[in-house]
């Protein structure tokens, strides 16, 4: 038996992201599979150690916390998934990151979110695509974008 992994983008607004992958990959009879849960801080650079280190000083602390955002949110909800996990910190371009993780670990496929709404979304669509975008036409591996959870208002 191999396990497969499947790579899922996250990051603090959205945490709950890997726990809809891990439904997608259960709904199609992924059993074997290990999820592997990377965020990417777009402030930082990866050393040649691999260490990451922030590009400005001044936001290294801001950028930790916001690290720690990120793994309590998945931590809460992972707590009940029943597929295994782990999480990673990515540095630099988002793109890049994914799909190198997604090489190191042979991952069956990419899942993200679709891009954000309104202006921010808007403005990092028209300066430099989306995530999904620029996976999509760069990856040799499926690439899944899940829609924004549905509200329930």
């Not at 990959?25 to 777009?42: A, Y």
């Not at 202006?119 to 989306?130: D, H, S």
């Not at 690439?143 to 329930?152: D, K, Q, W, Y």
Request: hydrophobic share 45%; net charge negative; glycine share 12%.
């Amino acid at each position: 038996m191999t396990v497969r992994s499947v790579v899922v983008g996250v990051d603090h607004k959205n945490p709950d992201l890997a726990r809809r992958a891990a439904s997608l990959v259960q709904s199609l009879g992924g059993s074997l599979i290990e999820l592997v849960c990377v965020w990417v801080d777009e402030t930082a650079v990866s050393d040649s150690r691999g260490f990451t280190v922030s590009v400005d000083p001044d936001i290294a602390v801001s950028s930790d916390a916001y690290g720690a955002d990120v793994l309590a949110g998945l931590n809460r909800a992972m707590a009940d998934v029943g597929l295994p996990w782990s999480a990673l910190r990515g540095a630099g371009d988002p793109a890049a990151e994914l799909g190198r993780v997604a090489d190191q670990v042979e991952a069956a496929m990419i899942v993200v979110g679709a891009r954000r709404s309104g202006l921010r979304g808007w403005t990092t669509n028209i300066v430099g695509g989306t995530v999904a975008g620029r996976l999509i036409h760069n990856q040799p591996r499926p690439v899944v974008v899940l829609p924004g959870a549905a509200s329930t208002s």
